[in-house]
């Protein structure tokens, strides 16, 4: 009786040993291996740093290590547009380190649309994992990190293409034997996002200086020509889906801006008249607000030096939501703002992207 007691006592222990075996392996392996994937897609974001300089390629610790920290962190690029109100930027190069005007865009559309989520889109993040994967901008832009409706997400052209008429085109286009290979890649990246998500496009050399207040838009350059710098729709709209559709059947890799301006310009005039403009006013194109060039163009791109010179009065610029900087005609002599010069952009600096210009004044790094 003693022995047999004896052994229903051991097989107990035994039946709780390997119970309790069994618990553990559900419990905290499962939830170890949940958690090293959440680290390896939130810290393994630093692998996206390969193109930056070995000085600057730097690892920042999450400074607070638990499982609702990091779970914070996590958000799906549908879980931040599904209002279709984000403002988007895109960079269509590998470059990791953007221009501090970059920066300041960003942050002044972050400072302007505080309600909205602002989202950019990098190339140069493939390796950043899955490609529904937020990233919010807390580490590697120091300027924007306290900026809670900033996120960073990879540009992934290929699932960007899928179900629109640029797939079939990008397949097989050889970038090689291309003009303008970048530029006509962001023009089309940025007819697929707004398609997709709907929202505003932004030029990366865009200051915002107050909201927008209509949802479908584009944005006259001149009286009669349209712009493709900025613009705003809907997901889906009709004029997006013409504009991709024109893309793709005109296309031409020779031609500067006729997949671009020329194409929204083309495309409108199939919708109606563009009969320019009385004083300030917009006026409309079907169902679309057609915007004054004194929105975002009040300084034309002849006149772009105008925005590095010192002025004896400050244009107040009362008409427009956002001024647009000419990058690309700065692409050669490379101005760019110099705290103390007392200069328009140092102006536009100060009051529309604040700690982008802080860290500039104070000569330190815009990134990590």
């Known amino acids: 009786m003693k022995i047999k007691n004896n052994l229903r006592i051991f097989h107990l222990l035994l039946f709780l040993l390997i119970a309790s075996g069994f618990v553990y392996k559900i419990i905290y392996l499962k939830s170890y291996s949940y958690l090293s994937f959440t680290f390896t897609n939130v810290q393994g974001q630093h692998s996206l740093s390969q193109n930056l300089s070995e000085g600057q390629g730097k690892i920042e610790h999450i400074s607070n290590n638990t499982v609702q920290d990091i779970k914070s962190n996590i958000k799906t690029l549908g879980d931040i547009l599904n209002g279709e109100d984000g403002i988007i930027f895109i960079e269509t190069t590998d470059k990791m380190q953007p221009q501090p ?16 989520p602002v989202v950019f889109f990098m190339k140069g993040l493939r390796d950043a994992g899955p490609e ?63 398609w997709k998500y709907g929202g505003i496009y932004m030029d990366t050399d865009i200051i915002s200086s107050r909201p927008v207040p209509y949802k479908n838009f584009a944005a006259a350059e001149f009286p009669k020509s349209s712009s493709n710098g900025v613009f705003g729709f809907s997901s889906q709209h ?32 199939q919708i109606c008249e563009l009969r320019g403009f009385n004083g ?22 002849g006149d772009w030096k105008s925005y590095y010179a010192v002025w004896d009065n ?9 001024l647009h900087l000419w990058n ?31 860290a500039l004044q104070r000569n330190e790094s815009i990134y990590l």
């Not at 992934?156 to 990008?170: A, S």
């Not at 097989?172 to 034997?177: H, L, Q, V, Y």
């Not at 005609?329 to 802080?358: D, F, I, Q, W």
């Open 280 to 301: 300030t006013e917009d006026s409309t194109c079907g169902n679309i607000t057609f915007l004054n060039p004194q929105r975002f163009y009040p300084i034309s791109y």
């Open 101 to 116: 005007l970059v920066l300041c865009a960003i942050e002044s559309a972050a400072r302007v649309y505080p309600d909205r």
């Open 328 to 358: 690309q005609m700065n692409s050669k002599e490379k101005r760019t703002m110099v705290p103390g010069s007392n200069t328009l952009v140092e102006h536009l600096y100060k009051m529309y992207c604040p700690s982008t210009y802080a």
């Open 132 to 194: 529904d994967y937020g990233i919010k901008a807390l580490r590697y832009f120091p300027t924007i990190s306290s900026m809670d409706n900033i996120y960073i997400f990879p540009l992934i052209i290929d699932e960007l293409f899928k179900d629109t008429p640029f797939l079939t085109w990008y397949k097989k286009i050889d970038p090689e034997k291309e003009n303008y290979w970048i530029h006509n890649l962001a023009d089309s990246c940025r007819l697929a996002l707004i």
């Open 314 to 322: 400050l244009p107040t610029f009362n008409d427009s939501y956002a």
């Open 238 to 269: 009709n004029f997006i889906w013409r504009c991709m559709e024109d893309f793709v059947q005109n296309y031409d890799g020779s031609f500067w801006g006729l997949q671009g301006p020329y194409l929204f310009t083309r495309v409108l005039k």
